[in-house]
């Protein structure tokens, strides 16, 4: 047992360092759906967001009301190798296996490839002893399934096991059964289904009895080893015991096995150990061995009245699901009324096996580096015919017209086994139309709701289905990417996207889409091939629908400051002129002197009085000297937060040319001088920038809404900056405005965290690295909570929904369009401002950058209608 610990302490250390001490989650959300799709057998995903972090749990629940099931416990085909769950299910095909999950924690041998694995506890399969139970009594906890069909979950402890000599009498005592670390010191029974040949002459003084069917065939000392049928025995020791085996045993004797459980052998069918009750009569009861922090994890348990049983597998380690510890676990199971459950093996072993409704095994569950386990526990259906009674028909419920999508029909009998038909008696219906599925595909004509119907006749039975499917009339075209920006020879694969007005959309195939010819570049099969030297919008095709998107193919070197006039403000103590001993460009150049009395603590910056602005912007250049100071240029973000990188090397006889990469800055605001004496100079000139060859975008884009002033009573309007910072003649017309509107706001500036108005309520959302499980558990009950109520809510993120990934998507619109009044998201973007509908939701993507000053608008700024519940753009007030 102590070897066992230390193994998993060093498998698990990192993540026990991580997440040992996590305090546990507060659950927010959750998200849950059904599907049937075996004989009684039902696929529950549950979908969790926490304070945490997202978990994602699979569910197989069985239904145990009509006594169909059968249960046993599955080893692998070498049993002291170990297999993973889908090959032990797969071999036991015949049987009808419907779910299957991994069960005993197993030590993992280091000593002695004899017996590679073998379980920590007790493992049972078609009634025959895999392993003995652990020392440690009630400890370690089993499913259990007897001979009379009743289902148990307890503790079985080994009372003894012994060798019989049935005619002297005598007793001989076994330690263990199928366990062997390698070290003989007390004898060890094997059975022939577990290992596959004797142990041989490795070990001194070792005695061998080989015995079947109840006799001992032979006695073997210090020979090599031969091999041993599944039938029979092998009892092994060393030292004294072995004396005792050749003093009491002789070849030819009749013996019995006699082991003794706490659970009477006779009466198992099947069991396998967990390493602790998670729940037992519907209280979480102190853990007898607790594996620390969060993680991947298996379970089975049944609920109070023993009609539903449930194979839990909780998803882990993987960057989407945080797992889950064994107290999480314990109270996500007693939520979902489970009474009863043990914890089973977990981490890398954690698989969930089932039938999907094509009838064949699937993995509901399995990490991306599963490994082999000792024993799984399998749920066999016993009841079917050969009847139709319905049909399953696997295809997509939400379609586009005109697009082309699997669908596959599968023939149910009663009990919803799937089983064989000839398809020759098969129609299949869209409305009115027929489909041909020998190739697997249909295409729906029109948009709306359209029912697909199965039709089966033949002279002995007739069987009928139908399945609703929403069809969408597809309106717009769209990329992934929603500028291009490529140097010549660079290539790019594109994805391209279909939707609809209202949100819904798919991907299609990029080598359907066609692009204007250009000799600038080339699109073929989805990727664009940038050739030489492009500034202009480029036109994509599908079907009858069209995109544009912006592309700059090369640089154009520009000029950005020639510091010809005093382009920086600086600190009283230093003294600055123009020079035109070193000019290049311009006329002048600047030089900047300083003199401190101090340089101790010392540092000064020389501001930009306007901003460097680096949209668009790959590449800084400048020419500098300097002596007696370090440098520093101190940039601001895309995030808005300021950066500052120091220029090293610098000369202070001659100028030096330095170039940085400026694709992440905003904007370059300063340059900070730390002194090394009192008294030295910065000399500075020439600073250029490659800038990226893209258009000014002109159009907004399709998602528009038109701006109609009337509608401003009822409105909020969102600046892309902040007030202070928009121009002179644009801050007068918006101030002359902004009494037309219910409120304005900045999405620049700090605004309070939620604000409950009479005729709407807003949250502004913070967050630190980009994804939504940064916000507060304070902030997603605020959501939740004013979710709640009927006013029209805005959600202000401060990171591009684009950005997002899908199941932070899904956690959004779920939790918004569920709501009676309308919701709203507004967030920045480093794209051009643009709305789109997202599955019944409005989404604001507003920015400020040098596309946009370049546009037609003078100002671009969001507004939302609250009580329409749109989004619109509001240009040059």
Partial sequence: MKKFLSFISFATILSFILSAFAKPYTEILRFKTTQQIAPRTYYEKYELL???????????KL??????????????????????????????????????????????NTKTNYNKIWPIGISVSGGKILSSPNNKQNTFPAFVYTNSNEILFDYINGLSYKLVNVDSGYEFKIAHINKFTGDLTYPILFTGDYVQKTIGDKYKGIVELIIKDGIIKDIREETPAVVLDK????????????????????????????????????????????????????????FTHEIAGRHPRSAIGIDKIGRYLYLVAVDGRNGKSIGLSQGELANFLQSIGVWTAINLDGGYSTQLIAKDNDGNLKAFYNTGETRKVFDSIAAFYKYRDDKISTFYIDCPDKVFAGEEYPIKVFAKDRFYNTITYDAVYLKVYQDAYEIDIKDGIFTPYKDGVVTISCVYEDVYQKAFAQKKISVYKPEILTTSKKQLKLMPGESLALRFYIKDKVGHFKEIDPRKVQAEENPAFEFKDGIFIAKSNFRGFVTFTYKDLKCSIPVGIGETLQLLRSFDYLALSWPKGVSMFLSSKNKTQGKYSNKIYFSVSSTKGKSFKLDFKTPVDLTNISKISFDICANNVKVYLGFKMLSGTQKEVEITQLKSDNFKSYSLNVESYKTLDYILLIPQKTQGYIWIDNLTGDVVNLPPVENINQYVAKFDEKLAKTSVIFLTKGFESLPSEIKKKVESNLGSYLKCYSLEKDNPPYEKNEKFNIVFLRTKSGSILDFSYYQ????????????PLIVVLDIPFESLRQDEKDVLIRLLKSRKAPSMIICTTSDYTRVERYDTLYIGYASSNNLLAKSSAKSINLACDVEKGYIYLARGH
Avoid: H
């Fill in 50 to 60: 926490t304070d945490e972090g997202f978990v994602d749990i699979n569910c197989i």
């Fill in 63 to 108: 239904d145990l009301i009509d006594s169909g099931f059968d249960f046993d416990v599955l080893r692998a085909g070498v049993a002291n190798t170990g297999d993973f769950v889908y090959n032990m299910v797969y071999n036991q095909i015949d049987k009808n296996p419907v779910a299957a999950i991994n069960a005993n924690f197993f030590y993992t």
């Fill in 231 to 286: 039938d029979e025995y092998l009892l092994a020791a060393t030292g004294n015991y072995a004396k005792n085996l050749k003093t009491n045993f002789k070849v030819g004797d009749k013996v019995e096995i006699k082991i003794d459980l706490s659970v009477p052998l006779e009466k198992i069918k099947a069991a396998a150990s967990g390493n602790t009750f998670l729940l037992k009569d519907g209280k979480i009861l102190t």
């Fill in 780 to 791: 997603w009950m605020r959501i939740k909570n004013l979710s709640a109520e009927k006013k």
